[in-house]
């Protein structure tokens, strides 16, 4: 196999998994119509920042706590995070996803913005992650508490596009919704 045909089935595969990515986005596009307004996302934006604060939060008293309430925690935030989070990705639409054809150039700008927003805030918790990990290096269990912390806080980085994205939106245009609204 040249170089040239090799490049053309990655070009080709790329193409394929645009293509999915669209039609994934389309028939998302019209889900929960009753939703699309700044007050909801709002809302879901709120759950979403405190399942991330819950899930640092159980990851600082990690070894300090009884594994069943820190379990308790640990997945109870993930959960409601998910489930916040997931219908975030769905009300913001292709703004928080990473490609997407569809984007109109106010859409490209929003989606642009909020990735840099998100990159600075993973950076930023990363350096606080290293932090607490030298901190409790020498603690009991220290390199455990630093995996979880770490992981929580990248859990939490991974969140912020969505959290932006659904607190500074406006509402949506109803008229977007008038046709085939099959999905409802």
Do not use: C, N
């Not at 990159?119 to 409790?136: D, G, K, N, S």
């Not at 770490?150 to 509402?171: F, K």
């Amino acid at each position: 196999m040249t170089m040239t045909e090799q490049q053309g089935r990655l070009a080709a595969y790329w193409e394929r998994q645009l293509d999915r990515m669209d039609e994934r986005e389309l028939r998302h596009a019209q889900r929960l119509p009753g939703w699309r307004d700044r007050r909801h996302r709002r809302a879901l934006a709120v759950v979403l920042a405190a399942a991330d604060l819950v899930l640092v939060g159980s990851a600082a008293v990690f070894t300090m706590v009884s594994p069943w309430l820190y379990f308790g925690l640990w997945m109870g935030s993930l959960l409601v995070g998910g489930a916040a989070f997931t219908l975030l990705k769905i009300l913001t639409g292709r703004m928080s996803g990473s490609f997407s054809r569809l984007l109109d150039e106010r859409e490209r700008e929003w989606r642009h913005r909020v990735t840099y927003v998100g990159y600075l805030v993973l950076v930023a918790l990363m350096l606080v992650a290293m932090f607490y990990t030298l901190v409790v290096a020498g603690q009991a269990e220290g390199a455990f508490r630093g995996v979880m912390m770490m992981s929580a806080l990248l859990v939490t980085g991974t969140t912020v596009p969505p959290i932006v994205l659904g607190w500074a939106l406006p509402d949506d245009d109803p008229e977007d919704f008038d046709e085939g609204d099959t999905h409802g």
